[in-house]
């Protein structure tokens, strides 16, 4: 009788292991799941932000062709697109993005961006129409300054500009678009202004620094302004304010600005070079 009843508890005991270790199996399974989706994610956001704008690309594109459907690879793609500067193709991953139903007014911000880098201003703006109002952020409003400028509305693109910068902490990049936009138009002294506000806010703006020398001069003003430069940047910016005088008709000045540049630049200044070698033999 021992023996009848044997066998069939060793099966009940066997059954009993077979599924532990299957629920073990599957917890395992689980677990590594949890920890691949944490892995992914962080290598999602070293490849959107640390690592070289191509490698990032080719790691979206790989990642998404095995994953069509997720909608974080596709704007990883996008994004990564915008960073390496292959502003044609981004707008094509921005599209696809926009084209999810589950994309948001942020996607279809990043298009318009997208857009606006291939001076596709119409499509640009019809892009931002599609963005409710209640949808106020600095990127939006910065865009649709930037879009009012090219239709030279220029009320709209002041009014765009002022709430852009009240929308940041950072707002020297939108101030030296606002001055670039009142460079524009004429407006000297007030692009000036708007610069010097720029280079306050980042004194490491370069491009501020230039428009700011570009506004100086469209005024016949030849000095260098009184902000933070290494001797290069100063090279650079007597380089500018020369070939601003040369085409002000002020040759002479032109000339002078351009020996400043010369023997103010810690190495060989080509550009200054020839452009002084031009006007002297022309």
């Known amino acids: 009788m021992r023996q009848q009843f044997f066998v069939p508890l060793c099966l009940v005991g066997g059954l009993v292991l ?35 704008p191509n490698e990032a690309v080719t790691y979206f594109q790989r990642t998404l062709s095995e994953n069509p459907d997720r909608l974080d690879l596709a704007r990883g793609l996008a994004l990564s697109l ?27 911000i990043n298009l318009a961006d997208a857009l606006i880098r291939t001076s596709n201003w119409s499509e640009a703006k019809a ?14 409003y910065r865009l649709e300054a930037m879009v009012a400028d090219s239709a030279q509305d220029w009320t709209r693109a002041d009014s ?3 709430t852009a910068i009240g929308l ?19 407006e000297f002294a007030e692009a000036e202004r708007l610069f010097a506000d720029a280079i306050r806010q980042d004194p ?7 428009n700011m020398v570009l506004a100086r001069s469209a005024q016949r ?13 100063r090279a650079e910016l007597l380089h500018t304010m020369a070939l601003s005088a040369v085409k002000q008709g002020d040759v002479q000045t032109g000339e002078s600005l351009l020996r400043q540049a010369i023997s103010t630049h810690p190495q060989h200044f080509d550009a200054a070079v020839r452009a002084l070698d031009a006007l002297e033999n022309g």
């Open 160 to 162: 765009f500009y002022e």
């Open 82 to 108: 915008i960073r390496a500067k292959r502003h044609t193709e981004a707008v094509g991953a921005w599209r696809t993005v926009v084209a999810h139903p589950e994309a948001s007014d942020e996607d279809r």
């Open 127 to 140: 892009t931002l129409d599609q963005v409710p109002p209640t949808h106020e952020t600095y990127q939006r």
């Open 18 to 52: 077979s599924a532990c270790a299957q629920d073990d199996s599957e917890a395992v399974e689980r677990a590594f799941q949890d920890v691949n989706v944490v892995d992914e994610s962080n290598l999602n956001d070293v490849m959107l932000t640390v690592a070289d």
């Open 204 to 210: 490491n703006l370069f491009t501020a620094k230039n």
């Open 221 to 233: 003003n030849y000095t260098l302004p009184v902000i933070p430069l290494d001797q290069i940047e």
């Open 168 to 186: 940041t902490t950072q707002p020297a990049r939108v101030m030296n678009n606002w001055g670039y936009s009142k460079l524009t138009r004429g």
